[in-house]
């Protein structure tokens, strides 16, 4: 699907301003002041050494460390930064071309929970699920980019990252975002990335994945954040630093306070992977949202979820670096009408900043529950939130003065030329029913609309085939998994 634009300054259709410019340079420089002043606890030897040899002030204790990192570090490590990247994906046509403005869409990430589309009963992720979600995933043309769904938890922990890749690469083509959990194991994930592009150099020059890597709140890099960022830096993989800042617990209160934190968190992992190798593609990325201080959960269904995630798209677009933000969540437990509203509310907020990947569709239950049913439903919203983005066009033809000339006083517009020549403009609904009462129960019999989006999700598990892995990749990857599995003591 064609990127939809939005956002503020010199980008056509709907957007919201959010920050002046004058609050952009205020936030920027509180967050260049708390990483100089106070810095950052870095947990890992090797990233201590490499930012103290870029003239970061570093007082070690031990294989830790506290880290000042001056401005013009920080402002250079930005200014190396790629801006306009391409996330590819195995078939050439899945790539995702990031410009200024242009808004896609994922699914959210990590669930441990998922409700199967068959028995509607809730069971604990696993690999089999998540290869099940990436399948529905390569279907969805609004869905550009597949971000692990859930994890394979019936799997090894400490190896659960490779078998969350196998699943994801052997259902989809489209670019893989996905956390590592360890260097070790993400040197052991791109080993099958090559292998499911026939080859170390056609990996490097089209790398299949991005690196999550979460900074820890307040103001932390903890040793397998570091170790991720550097190996992926090294291997010519780009990273993704999401920080999850939760307002009023990890972070101020107040959200001006919670988004300078969650900045200087950011900034301080995109810095480590520019001083690696500069250059590193990274996607400015945030799961920061308020906590609910009465109940002490995750409010991924808040608008205030919203709020923080256009505000720090809008940052990323003055560091002109990829946002990926939230939207689309929602804390009800099931696909009902509390799912729907916050994951309108919180999506279309998002979209109206111009961040470049909104990630959430599937989600339910603060981040835990994955529904296929929700997905289905959200990439409709998703193409009804492209329909506002578009805005309205003012010109000569669009006015359509002539038109109305013509049909006068009493006159009617369902037969003529213009309305044949530009219906194809209007929105469209497939499972957001717009018959009539009586049209409406012929059809389905009366059936709800989540009944019939987990209806059309089994059907598309059941008829869509996904690109083909090369000859032998996939024996491949089980013989690498199982030798790494081996060599740790786990089989």
Same mark, same amino acid.
């Given at each position: 699907?064609?990127?939809?634009?939005?956002g +503020?300054?010199?980008?056509?259709?709907?957007?919201? /301003?959010?920050?002046?410019?004058d609050?952009?340079h205020?936030?920027?420089?509180?967050t260049l002041?708390?990483?100089?002043?106070?810095?950052?606890?870095v947990?890992?030897?090797q990233?201590?050494?490499?930012?103290?040899?870029?003239?970061?002030? =570093?007082n070690?204790?031990? #294989?830790?460390?506290?880290?000042?990192? @001056?401005?013009?570090?920080?402002?250079?490590?930005?200014?190396?930064?790629?801006? #306009?990247?391409?996330y590819?994906?195995?078939?050439?046509?899945?790539?995702?071309?990031?410009?200024p403005?242009?808004v896609?869409?994922?699914?959210?990430?990590?669930? &441990?929970?998922?409700?199967? /589309?068959?028995?509607?009963?809730?069971?604990?992720?696993?690999?089999?699920?998540?290869g099940?979600?990436?399948?529905?995933?390569?279907?969805?043309?609004?869905i550009?980019?597949?971000?692990?769904?859930?994890?394979?938890?019936?799997?090894?922990?400490?190896?659960q990252?490779?078998?969350?890749?196998?699943?994801?690469?052997s259902?989809?083509?489209?670019?893989?975002?996905?956390?590592?959990?360890?260097?070790?194991?993400?040197r052991?994930?791109?080993?099958?990335?090559?292998?499911?592009?026939?080859?170390t150099?056609?990996?490097? !020059?089209? /790398?299949?994945?991005t690196?999550?890597v979460t900074?820890t709140?307040p103001?932390?890099?903890?040793?397998?954040?570091? !170790?991720?960022?550097?190996?992926?830096?090294?291997a010519?993989?780009?990273?993704?630093?999401?920080?999850?800042?939760?307002?009023?617990?990890?972070?101020? =209160?107040?959200?001006?306070?919670?988004?300078v934190?969650? #900045?200087?968190?950011?900034?301080?992992?995109?810095?480590?992977?520019?001083?690696?190798?500069?250059?590193?593609?990274?996607?400015?990325?945030?799961?920061?949202?308020?906590?609910?201080?009465?109940?002490?959960?995750?409010?991924?269904?808040?608008?205030?979820?919203?709020?923080?995630?256009?505000?720090?798209?809008?940052?990323?677009?003055f560091y002109?670096l990829?946002?990926?933000?939230?939207?689309?969540?929602?804390?009800?437990?099931? @696909?009902?009408a509390?799912?729907a509203?916050?994951?309108?509310?919180?999506?279309?907020v998002?979209?109206?900043?111009g961040?470049?990947i909104i990630?959430?569709?599937?989600?339910?239950?603060?981040?835990?529950?994955? !529904?296929?049913?929700?997905?289905?439903?959200?990439?409709?919203?998703?193409?009804?939130?492209?329909?506002?983005?578009?805005g309205?066009?003012?010109?000569e033809?669009?006015i359509?003065?002539?038109?109305?000339?013509?049909?006068? @006083?009493?006159?009617?517009f369902?037969?003529?030329?213009?309305?044949? !020549? +530009?219906m194809?403009?209007?929105?469209r609904?497939?499972?957001?029913?717009?018959?009539?009462r009586?049209?409406?129960?012929?059809?389905?019999?009366?059936?709800?609309?989540?009944?019939?989006?987990?209806?059309?999700?089994?059907? &598309?598990?059941?008829?869509?085939?996904?690109m083909?892995?090369?000859?032998?990749?996939?024996?491949?990857?089980?013989?690498? &998994?199982?030798?790494?599995?081996?060599?740790?003591?786990?089989?």
């Open positions: 699907m064609e990127a939809i634009k939005s +503020h300054k010199a980008i056509p259709g709907f957007s919201l /301003p959010i920050f002046t410019d609050e952009i205020t936030l920027h420089q509180a002041d708390l990483l100089e002043k106070t810095g950052v606890k947990e890992s030897e990233a201590l050494e490499i930012f103290d040899g870029s003239g970061a002030k =570093v070690k204790k031990g #294989n830790t460390g506290i880290v000042k990192i @001056p401005g013009h570090i920080i402002e250079e490590c930005i200014q190396s930064t790629p801006g #306009n990247i391409t590819h994906g195995r078939k050439q046509e899945h790539g995702y071309r990031i410009k403005g242009h896609g869409f994922s699914t959210f990430g990590e669930c &441990i929970k998922v409700i199967d /589309p068959e028995t509607r009963l809730i069971e604990p992720a696993s690999k089999k699920a998540l099940k979600a990436s399948l529905l995933v390569d279907y969805l043309d609004q550009v980019l597949l971000e692990r769904p859930m994890g394979s938890l019936d799997k090894p922990a400490m190896t990252s490779l078998h969350n890749f196998e699943a994801m690469v259902n989809s083509s489209k670019h893989i975002f996905m956390g590592c959990n360890s260097g070790q194991n993400a052991k994930i791109f080993e099958l990335a090559a292998v499911c592009m026939e080859g150099d056609k990996f490097r !020059d089209n /790398p299949i994945i690196s999550f900074p709140s103001l932390e890099l903890v040793h397998s954040c570091c !170790d991720v960022i550097i190996e992926s830096a090294r010519g993989v780009g990273v993704a630093p999401i920080s999850m800042v939760l307002s009023g617990a990890t972070a101020p =209160v107040t959200l001006a306070g919670a988004i934190q969650h #900045n200087a968190e950011v900034l301080s992992a995109i810095t480590l992977a520019q001083l690696t190798k500069k250059g590193t593609h990274c996607t400015y990325a945030s799961c920061s949202t308020i906590m609910d201080l009465r109940f002490s959960t995750p409010a991924v269904g808040a608008p205030e979820f919203g709020i923080i995630s256009a505000g720090l798209a809008k940052l990323a677009r002109d990829p946002s990926w933000v939230g939207g689309g969540h929602s804390n009800s437990k099931i @696909p009902d509390q799912a509203y916050e994951a309108a509310l919180t999506a279309t998002s979209a109206l900043s961040a470049n990630y959430g569709a599937g989600c339910l239950d603060s981040g835990l529950t994955f !529904d296929f049913s929700k997905l289905v439903m959200d990439s409709e919203l998703i193409d009804n939130i492209f329909q506002v983005l578009k309205i066009e003012v010109n033809k669009t359509a003065l002539n038109i109305i000339h013509e049909a006068g @006083p009493g006159g009617e369902l037969t003529r030329q213009h309305t044949f !020549d +530009h194809r403009q209007m929105s609904s497939s499972l957001f029913d717009r018959r009539n009586d049209k409406w129960m012929e059809l389905t019999n009366g059936k709800d609309l989540t009944s019939r989006a987990y209806e059309k999700a089994s059907h &598309i598990l059941e008829t869509h085939k996904p083909a892995l090369p000859s032998g990749a996939a024996q491949t990857m089980k013989e690498i &998994i199982k030798d790494y599995e081996k060599s740790l003591g786990i089989i």
